[in-house]
């Protein structure tokens, strides 16, 4: 049996990855427009190829659509609507990256300070004080995963963990405990970086220090609310608040037929990724961080100073708590994606925040392996980039119109373990 590492999101993201952007890409224009039937298409193509349950709002300045396809129950058909609670995953650390620069706006915190300056006692020795505060929002602190600490049995080729551990609590210090643990990827503040969930719950631990409250109240406070949202929150609970959609888990088809994981205590991902949000809120976000609502300029160009990271066996231009795509004669698009067990979401933006897509989908990991270990192709996957495309792009570019032809490589960056 050889132990691969291999990507949790179950999404598209050969954006991600960079394959459909040459150099230079970023300064081509955007097709305007919404077509709205066109999308509604799009959503039922995907739900048709096998996806139990998606929904999306998409945006083009003041233009707004949303739309729906496939159940949120496989047992009683009930079906899925645009305005769910949706578990949003590492989207997380766009908002605990914001908190972060809010508190170097107010002197509090300095980007290219050690942590130990802050949290002596958390990262012992030399390690702690050549890691910075950038490192940890950037991935460059190299700083293994805990995920496989956390989930002990995924290093087994067994789920049962996911089960186990369905309504455990386990305190942030004993993830970065596990983190820290774990090989780390390389040499601190050498890139390319390599992604790592760790990294973000140090950070929330930083940012209760400064601040002297729960991570999860600053940010409520001062970048959920000051965002204008209304139904994101980090739960306090098992459940999802609100109306919602369950959360099916195939695990690469280890588990058949998928379970529901939509009960489940977050405690796990924390501030790297426990937050519950709409598509709605996602791009109301998005559009407030880009247009300065959030942070100010010299801070969101903080964010969006980019290093190589690896995550999944692919790449990706990562900042701080965001990375960007380039799509040929489209543009460049900031966000970030996040997946948690059955649940996945991207969220897009252009540069001004004009233009945006976010969607989620309620079954991951859907995707199969040949005997060799390697991803087989997915009809979802070939379904999923047209929607992306066209809500992107807009309905008179050539890659809305050949996107079925477009090569694609699925590399999510919630990274699991899975023995073969």
Known sequence: MVKRLFAGAGL????????????????????PGLDRRALQDSLDAIHEAGMYGIYAEVRDGRREWDGAAGVADVETRRPVHAQMRHRVGSITKTFVSVAILQQVERGTIEL?????????????GERGRQITVRMLLNHTSHIGDYIGG????????????LDDQRFRTIKPEKLVELGLAA?????????????????????????EKVTGIKAETYVTRNVIRKAGLHHTSFPSTPHIPGPHSKAYES??????????????????????????????????????????????????????????????????????GLYYVDIPSCGRFWGHDGAVFGMATQS?????????????????????????????????????????LLALCGPDTAEAKTARSLPFTPVPTDKVLVKR
Do not use: C
């Open 183 to 207: 090989t780390p990827t390389g040499t601190p503040g050498i890139a390319p970086g390599s992604y790592s969930n760790t990294n973000y719950i140090v950070a929330g631990l930083l940012l």
């Open 348 to 388: 897009l933006s252009s540069p001004d925040g004009s233009r945006q897509l976010s969607f989620g989908f309620n079954l991951t990991k859907y995707q199969r392996l040949d005997e060799n270990g390697n991803f087989e192709p997915s009809p979802i996957d070939d379904a999923l980039v047209p929607h992306l």
């Open 112 to 124: 290219d300070a050690p942590v130990a300056r802050y949290l002596p006692e958390l990262i012992p």
């Open 12 to 31: 598209s993201m050969v954006l991600v990855a960079g394959t459909l952007a040459p150099a230079g890409a970023a300064s081509a224009e955007r097709g």
């Open 150 to 161: 956390a989930f002990p049995s995924l290093l087994e080729g067994s789920t049962a963990s």
């Open 251 to 320: 695990w690469l088809g280890f588990i058949d037929p998928p379970r529901d994981y939509s009960v489940y205590n977050m405690s796990w991902a924390s501030t790297a990724g426990a937050v519950v949000s709409t598509m709605d809120d996602l791009n109301r976000f998005y559009r407030a961080l880009l247009t300065g609502k959030l942070i100010g300029a010299e801070q969101l160009a903080q964010m969006q100073t980019t290093v190589p990271v690896a995550v999944g066996g692919g790449a990706m231009n990562y900042g701080l």
